[in-house]
């Protein structure tokens, strides 16, 4: 499957952004997905996952209860609702693609249970 991200942009501190990542070539409710970040210097960190449905999301704590994430199987596309940013949040994101039989729970949050991964979109929160 392929995967296109877009939607990021420089925003000034509490303010908010959507990311959104494109899927195509296969079935795409077939897959769970998450978003990762990677910072200048730091590791791929996990944000955010959903389970193929829709029904189950999993959120770092760095970001809970300020981002959501969500997808929309009809049009093959998955969603990061980004709010209440903070300079911390800069970073560039990646969406990625899981299959829906490689297990779940603590599988999302690991960059090596993916199999596809997007090129990553630039978000930069000013202070």
């Known amino acids: 499957v392929q995967l296109q991200a877009s939607g990021g942009r420089l925003v000034q501190a509490g303010g908010s952004l959507r990311l959104s990542c494109a899927a195509s070539?296969?079935?795409?409710?077939?897959?769970?997905m998450g978003w990762f970040r990677q910072a200048p210097g730091k590791e791929r960190e996990f944000v955010a996952g959903?389970?193929?449905?829709?029904?189950?999301?999993y959120y770092a704590n760095s970001v809970k209860g300020r981002f959501t994430i969500s997808r929309d199987n009809a049009k093959n596309t998955v969603y990061l609702q980004m709010n209440s940013l903070k300079p911390e949040d800069t970073a560039v994101y990646y969406c990625?693609?899981?299959?829906?039989?490689?297990?779940?729970?603590?599988?999302?949050?690991?960059?090596?249970?993916?199999?596809?991964w997007g090129q990553g979109t630039q978000v930069t929160v000013s202070s």
């Open positions: 959903i389970s193929w449905s829709g029904a189950i999301s």
């Open positions: 990625a693609a899981r299959p829906r039989s490689a297990g779940s729970g603590s599988y999302y949050f690991t960059p090596s249970k993916y199999d596809y």
């Open positions: 070539g296969r079935t795409f409710n077939n897959y769970g």
